[in-house]
């Protein structure tokens, strides 16, 4: 029987490919691989060699190249990636592909990893002296009228700067060359004295450097955790090792990496998904090669190669952002924990409002808490009122007692942040006259109203329409946006307040590159500003002269199905009520509600959210639901409801029925999504382990049912959300 590799390819299949190796050649486990697939060519990863094929020899193909004179993904990130297909259910396959950068898995030789220099032509001088550029390019002229820049510099300095670059390199006026990549700049800005709280924090999480242990740490919102994590990774550089920082959010990149150089004087590796691919290539890269001392990213980040792990960082790691909701469904938190505990190094999980199965893992005695209580110096903490809109005359959805503090805020030169978690002008748009209202013909669901550009979008599918002038159909004119979106607001409070400046922060207006950090820029300096935005500035941003934060629509979490809607409710709220008053000026928090009594919202005033995130533990360990029982959820989806039907009864005869609660067939909570019906089944036990026990030979029957080739499905091991 010949030798044979076997191989993980990026497809869809929970399966592995045997091949025949190359002739002349050696693969390691962790190399790539080029080998013919169906009736083209695929790059997969190499996951064993000298295995007994599966099928006779004479049927087996031969790899046709290799690619790496080296494995790319060492012993540790293999064995991960290993679990994690199982732990998950994930075509392995696709869980090795999440592990490499796209320009990684294709057959192309590997990006140099040197850095990116780049410098004016001549003509680029005389183009910047005759002034013949605007925008960007002029930006970027002048940014090298004195000399040459490196990319990393211009990265900090100039966001969204690479689409100037690249029209004048097209025309001759910049030119780039490359030198060795160097991980050292300059230190500016001196460390601060720590308080006690994160002096202690610093000093045991110090003591635990070179082993696995988690921590918690638990801080209000401008507790200064992340001068905990900047003493944590300087300890782990002075022992010339490496460090892991992840974030949820993109918009949290820049100001971070700015903060990593300018204390530390090392330039940090950014990755997520606003990179270009060989960036992203290059970061990895450099980390693997241990030129690269820091990574800092989002979700993906948690699959960077360190060679010298010294700690890893898992920034707000409550947010929603980590769990992936496509093909391979990780939880990146829960990847990284696996990581520090294979890598042995401690692995720090940083919120105020630390998630419900972290604070169930404290409780048990997996992982220690450390607290930070206090702001540093004389910050004081945010005074909170709620602001009870029943029988009150609303402008636009806000009340007068809102709109006055408002007036009072930049009055006094300072800055307001009107918080509203919906996009767009208004959620519906109604006929006055019949009742008609626009709805997404793919999702049976409002479309809503985008004012400024005139259309009419679906939130769920993307479906883009006209906005129309007459009513489609009685023909009436009397059509009238129903609620409020961040865009509506803007506009309402732009009217109220013609001498400030009224800016927005969501999806639409932050669609370039550079356009969140030069917003943010603008509201760094002292002068008055009202700010309308969406859960992007629900975390991690300062704004020194930020000192109130006014919460609308509270309401819709404290209604909803969801049985998380209350923890998210719960962390959202305290979030955003953090970004007041974070400097010398004291701030003010303002809950608009309907429902001022609510006792999660009296809960979370009176006692904070420790306590009401003890009394959620109860509620879901009295109802056996995460994270005391453990679940997995089946979506189907298809154009007709028949077949998502059949395939769903047939899923469920499939599987064992004791020791498992089975709850479905049944729609999604939104069954019509792009033109699609949906479904789902619900599979639920006590036990982890009796789960998996079950759900890996059900996962391998639900591949060959013939209905499943007539849906669309997934698996989603530990969901966050049941849509």
Sequence with gaps: MPSVLRVALP???????DYLPVEGGTAEVGSRVLVPFGRGKAVGVVIATHVEPGVSGHRLKRVLRILDDTPLLDHELMATLAWSADYWLGAPGEAYANALPL??????????????????????????????????SRRLLD??????????????????WRTAARRLEAAGLVERTERAYDHIAQASVPAPQLTDEQALAVTTIGENLGRFQPFVLDGVTGSGKTEVYLALIEQVLARGQQALLLIPEIGLAPQTVRRLRDRLGIVAQVMHSNLAEGERARAWLRMRSGEAKIMLGTRSAVFTPLPRPGIIIVDEEHDGAYKQQEGFRYHARDLALLRAKALQVPIVLGSATPSLETLANVQAGRYRTLRLRARPGTIRPPQVQ?????????????????????????????????FRNRRGYAPVLLCHHCGWYAQCPRCEHPLTVHFARQQLICHHCDYHTRQPETCPACGASELKPQGQGTERLEEALAAQFSNVPVMRIDRETTRRRDAFEQILDGLREDGPAILVGTQMLAKGHDLPNLTLVAIVGVDEGLHSIDFRASERLAQLVVQVAGRAGRASKPGRVLLQTHHPDHPLLRGLLAQGYAVAAQELLTERKLSMLPPYGHQVLLRAEAHQRAHVDAFLHEARSALPQESLQIAGPMPAPMPLRAGKHRGQLLIEADSRAVLHQALRPWHRALTAMPSGRRVRWSLDVDPVDLY
């Design 11 to 17: 497809v869809p299949l929970p399966t592995l490919f």
């Design 143 to 160: 940014a090298l009228a004195h000399g040459q820049r490196s990319s990393s510099d211009l990265d900090l300095e100039h966001p969204g």
């Design 386 to 418: 709620i602001v009870d809109m029943r029988a009150q005359r609303l402008e636009h959805g806000l009340s007068p007692t809102l709109l006055n503090a408002v007036a009072e805020t930049v009055t006094r030169g300072e800055q307001a942040l009107v």
């Design 103 to 136: 320009a990684l898995r294709e057959d192309k030789p590997l990006p140099a990893t040197g850095e990116e220099i780049w410098r004016l032509t001549t003509s680029g001088l005389s183009a910047r002296d005759a002034g013949s550029r605007r925008g960007g």
